[in-house]
């Protein structure tokens, strides 16, 4: 009797070179976040000295501690800083508040007219849809000055919370694109058996589409936020009070303060590396429920 021994198949050269295309692509992706990290642990006296070294030069805490204000503005310019220095924990509120504000108003009305154009029958839907992705299309420069003069001017919503929230408060193309995609895969059976129990639409909408919308609304919710998170044009441009400065305004002042000449970058680099904490936790924890929501909605 003979016994047939099964070979594993090897690792083909298409996999090899796939794998250091990949490992490549991800080296290029992140060394500039490691850099940056580097530099905000690098000492501002030694920053120069060794730029070859991917490693910290001269490790040292002190350009976190000048960011989050624990040393007075004679320490600060002393090693290298501004007298200045930057209100993180203030620019960190203002970005919690004007990006979760944002994305609570994105997510509901978005999901009220994706559900509009998902379900409800009236005249020219198509037509009106399509005109509405037509906005998808047009460059967010174009809705600047309107916008800016609408609030500086008619609302008087300088220097205001209401004033940075209220351009991207009701809705997207791109989220009523994604959520209407998700509402199409949505079985229409259930809605039926709820209409045939007596709810109404808003009710069917309310008990029905959204607890079984979670995954695409977190999903939505999570490019929200990190879109407006790391917006910085319009906020500077609304909120150029120092109470108001969400955390890239504050950045970027903190970069225009210019010690002796030359940039903090120590400093620059530290703030900036600590800006990116909300967003990489957000990305660990709802990461992989993201990308099974995206491969839901139908994008093939």
Do not use: C
């Not at 509120?93 to 998902?118: C, D, E, H, P, R």
């Not at 879109?227 to 909120?239: E, H, Q």
């Not at 904490?277 to 990461?287: C, Q, S």
């Amino acid at each position: 009797m003979t016994t047939r021994t099964q070979t594993k198949p090897g690792i083909s050269t298409q996999q090899i070179f796939a794998w250091i295309f990949l490992t490549l692509v991800i080296v290029v992706t992140l060394f500039p976040v490691w850099w940056v990290v580097r530099t905000g642990f690098s000492s501002k006296q030694e920053i120069y000295v060794d730029t070859f070294n991917l490693m910290p030069v001269g490790p040292t805490l002190n350009n976190f501690k000048r960011v989050l204000g624990m040393f007075s503005s004679e320490e600060a310019v002393a090693q290298g800083g501004t007298a200045s220095g930057m209100d993180f924990w203030m620019n960190l509120k203002n970005s919690l508040i004007v990006s979760t504000t944002t994305i609570l108003g994105q997510t509901f009305f978005s999901a009220m007219a994706a559900y509009s154009f998902a379900r409800l029958k009236f005249r020219f839907r198509e037509q009106i849809f399509f005109l509405y992705l037509t906005a998808m299309m047009i460059p967010g420069v174009v809705t600047l000055v309107p916008n800016y003069i609408l609030m500086a001017r008619e609302l008087q919503w300088m220097n205001t919370y209401q004033g940075i929230i209220a351009p991207s408060f009701l809705m997207t193309p791109f989220a009523v694109f994604f959520l209407r995609q998700f509402f199409l895969s949505i079985n229409h059976e259930l809605e039926e058996a709820a209409k045939l129990d007596g709810a109404s639409i808003p009710l069917i909408f309310m008990q029905v589409i959204l607890p079984l919308s979670v995954p695409a609304l977190s999903t939505l919710a999570i490019l929200q936020f990190l879109g407006n998170w790391n917006d910085y044009l319009w906020p500077f441009l609304i909120g150029k009070a120092e109470n108001m400065r969400t955390l890239t305004v504050g950045l970027a002042v903190f970069q225009s303060q210019t010690p002796q000449g030359s940039p903090d970058w120590g400093g620059l680099m530290a703030g900036t590396t600590l800006s990116l904490i909300p967003t990489i936790l957000i990305f660990l924890v709802f990461g992989r429920r993201a990308v099974n929501a995206i491969q839901f909605t139908g994008f093939r």
